[in-house]
C-alpha cells in the first residue's frame, strides 16, 4: 500500500528541487555570485506559493520549516558539481519540473478550497502557486517573462484547476481527485512541450490571432 | 434620481475595463501569447488594488467576486475582435481610463480610512490603488514604468486625496467628497495630457530642476 | 549614559535617508520625473521592511507614522540642492547605508522573534529587511539586481544574523548582541566594498567556481 502523504512530501520536495534548479540556471550567464544564484533558486522555488499564502492571509508554507531552504541549497550544490552531467538530464528535470507543477496546483487549490473560498478563486491561486515563480525569476533576471509567451504552462494549471473542480462535483474520492488534477496538468505540460503546442500568439495593433 | 451605489460599479467596471485594456495593449509586440496578453491585463486592471488591500491586510477585493476576471476576458476578446475600431476609440479609451482612475482612487482612500487609519495613509493608498497596476505591467513587459516618467499620473492620484481630506474637514457630505476628489483626478490627468504638463525631470549627476 | 532607544531611532533615520539617497540616484539618467525619483527612493528605503512585514502578517511599519515619507521627501530636496556637493560626500553615504543597513538587520530579526518565529526564519527576514528595498530599485529602474552580483550585501545581513543568534545563545545581554550584531555587518560590508571581497561568480553552463 502506498503511502500517499508521505509520496507527496517528496514529489513536493523533487518539485522544489527541479524549479529551484530552473531558478539557479537562469542566474548562469547574467554574471550572478554564489549567493545570488541560490536566493534565484529560492525566489522561482518559492515564489508562487508565497504570493498565494500573503492572498489568502496564511502563513508563508516556507517559513514554518525550512527543508526549502535546504532543497534550495542543495539544488545549488548539485549545480555547481554536477553541471557537466546536468546536460544529460534535462529531460528528467523537465519531467520533475511537470510533475512537481501538477503537485503545485493541486496543493494550491486545497489549501484556498481550505480556506474557505469557491473554486473559481482555488483554480485561480492553482495557477498562481505553479506559475508566478517562474515569472518572479524572470523579472529578476531581467527578461520578459517566459509565462507570457511560451508553451501553454498556465493554462496547464487552470486546466487541471478545473479537473479537480468536476471531480469534486462529480464525487470522485479525495485521493483520486488528486491524482487526476496533478495528472492533467503533466500531460497537458508534457504533450505541449513535446509537440510543441503553442497558444496563439497576441499581436499589436492587429490583435489578430496568429497561427 | 441617481443611483449612486449602481452607478459606482458601473464606472469601476469601466475603469476596469480600461485599465485591462492598457495591459492588453502593452502585451502587444511582446510576442507573448492569448493567456500572457490575459495576466497582463488582468494584473493591470487589478494590482493597485490588491497591493493596497495586503497593506491593509484585508482580503484582496477581486478574490469576492468573480466580475474582475470576466471583464478581463471581455477587454481581451474586444481586443481581438475590434482592434482596428480600437484605433479611433483612444480618446474614449483615456477617458475611461481617467474617469476609472479617479474611482479607483477614491475607493482608496475609503477603504484605508473604513480600516482605521489616517488620513495620509488613505492619500499613500488612493495613490497605489490607482498607479501600481500600471508599474507592475510595466515591470513584466520589460520597461522602465512610465509612471515615473509620464504626464502627471500618480501626482493626479494625491492631488484627489488631498481634496478628499480638504472635503472631510470641511464637513462636506460624503457624495459631494467623493465626486470632487475623483473630479480632482480626472481633471488633472486631462489637462496634464490635452496641454502635455509634465512635472520637472529628475536628471543624474546634476540633479537640477530640468524645464 | 546613552539613551539607546533615542540613538536608535536616530541611526533609523539616518539609514533610511542613505537608503533613499541611493534610490533617487538610481533613478537619475532614466529619464525620470521628480515625483518618479521620489517613489524610487522610498520603495529602496522601506521596501525590505514592508515585505518582511506582509510575511510576518504585521501592519507594514511606514504605515504607522509618517517620518520615512517625509525623510524621503528631506532626500529629495536634499539631491536637488545638494548635488554637487554629494560627489564629495559618497563615503559618508557608504557609512550610513552601512550603519542603516546593519540596523535594519537587527530590526528584522526582533521583529521577527517578537512575532514567535525560530532563528533561521529571522535571519532571513533580516536579511529581506537589508536587501529587498535594492532589488525592488533595480527591478524598477529596469537593471538586473546588484544585488545579486555586486561586493558581499546580502551575506553580510546573514552574517549578522548568526552573530545575533549566537549572541543569544550565549546569554550576552540584549543591547550588546544588538550591536555585535549589527557591527558584524557593518565591518563585513566596509572590508568587503574597501578589499573588493566578493563572493565567487556563479557561471552558466559550467556552474564552476570562478576566481
Same mark, same amino acid.
Given at each position: 500500500?502506498?503511502?500517499?502523504? *508521505?509520496?507527496?512530501?517528496? !514529489?513536493?520536495?523533487?518539485?522544489? @528541487?527541479?524549479? #529551484?534548479i530552473?531558478?539557479i540556471r #537562469?542566474a548562469g550567464g547574467?554574471? @550572478?555570485?554564489? @549567493?545570488?544564484a541560490?536566493?534565484?533558486?529560492? =525566489?522561482? #522555488?518559492?515564489?508562487?506559493?508565497?504570493?498565494?499564502?500573503?492572498?489568502?492571509? =496564511?502563513?508563508?508554507?516556507?517559513?514554518? *520549516?525550512?527543508?526549502?531552504?535546504?532543497?534550495?541549497?542543495?539544488a545549488l550544490l548539485a549545480s555547481l558539481l554536477f553541471s557537466s552531467t546536468f546536460r544529460y538530464l534535462s529531460k528528467a528535470f523537465?519531467?520533475?519540473?511537470?510533475?512537481?507543477?501538477?503537485?503545485? +496546483?493541486?496543493?494550491?487549490?486545497?489549501?484556498?478550497?481550505?480556506?474557505?473560498?469557491?473554486?473559481? +478563486? %482555488?483554480?485561480?491561486?492553482?495557477?498562481?502557486?505553479?506559475?508566478?515563480?517562474? =515569472?518572479? &525569476?524572470? =523579472? $529578476? +533576471?531581467?527578461?520578459?517573462?517566459?509565462?507570457?509567451?511560451?508553451?501553454?504552462? %498556465?493554462?496547464?494549471?487552470? #486546466?487541471?484547476? !478545473?479537473?479537480?473542480?468536476?471531480? @469534486?462535483?462529480?464525487?470522485?474520492? $479525495?485521493?483520486?481527485?488528486?491524482?487526476?488534477?496533478?495528472?492533467?496538468?503533466?500531460?497537458?505540460?508534457?504533450? %505541449? +512541450?513535446?509537440? &510543441?503546442?503553442?497558444?496563439? %500568439?497576441?499581436?499589436?495593433?492587429?490583435?489578430? $490571432? *496568429?497561427?
Amino acid at each position: 500500500m502506498i503511502d500517499l502523504p *508521505q509520496f507527496t512530501i517528496v !514529489i513536493d520536495y523533487l518539485g522544489t @528541487f527541479a524549479f #529551484a534548479i530552473s531558478g539557479i540556471r #537562469a542566474a548562469g550567464g547574467k554574471d @550572478f555570485d554564489l @549567493f545570488g544564484a541560490y536566493v534565484i533558486g529560492l =525566489v522561482t #522555488a518559492t515564489g508562487g506559493g508565497t504570493l498565494r499564502d500573503i492572498l489568502l492571509g =496564511v502563513r508563508p508554507f516556507w517559513m514554518t *520549516q525550512p527543508s526549502y531552504l535546504i532543497i534550495t541549497g542543495v539544488a545549488l550544490l548539485a549545480s555547481l558539481l554536477f553541471s557537466s552531467t546536468f546536460r544529460y538530464l534535462s529531460k528528467a528535470f523537465f519531467l520533475f519540473d511537470a510533475v512537481g507543477l501538477g503537485l503545485f +496546483v493541486v496543493v494550491g487549490i486545497e489549501k484556498t478550497l481550505a480556506a474557505g473560498f469557491p473554486f473559481w +478563486v %482555488a483554480i485561480t491561486m492553482g495557477m498562481i502557486t505553479g506559475s508566478v515563480g517562474g =515569472v518572479i &525569476r524572470d =523579472v $529578476l +533576471v531581467n527578461e520578459v517573462p517566459l509565462l507570457f509567451r511560451r508553451d501553454i504552462y %498556465a493554462l496547464a494549471c487552470v #486546466a487541471g484547476g !478545473i479537473a479537480y473542480a468536476l471531480c @469534486f462535483h462529480l464525487h470522485v474520492s $479525495l485521493s483520486f481527485t488528486k491524482i487526476i488534477a496533478a495528472s492533467v496538468v503533466i500531460v497537458i505540460r508534457v504533450l %505541449a +512541450v513535446r509537440y &510543441r503546442i503553442r497558444l496563439p %500568439a497576441f499581436e499589436k495593433g492587429r490583435g489578430e $490571432l *496568429q497561427k
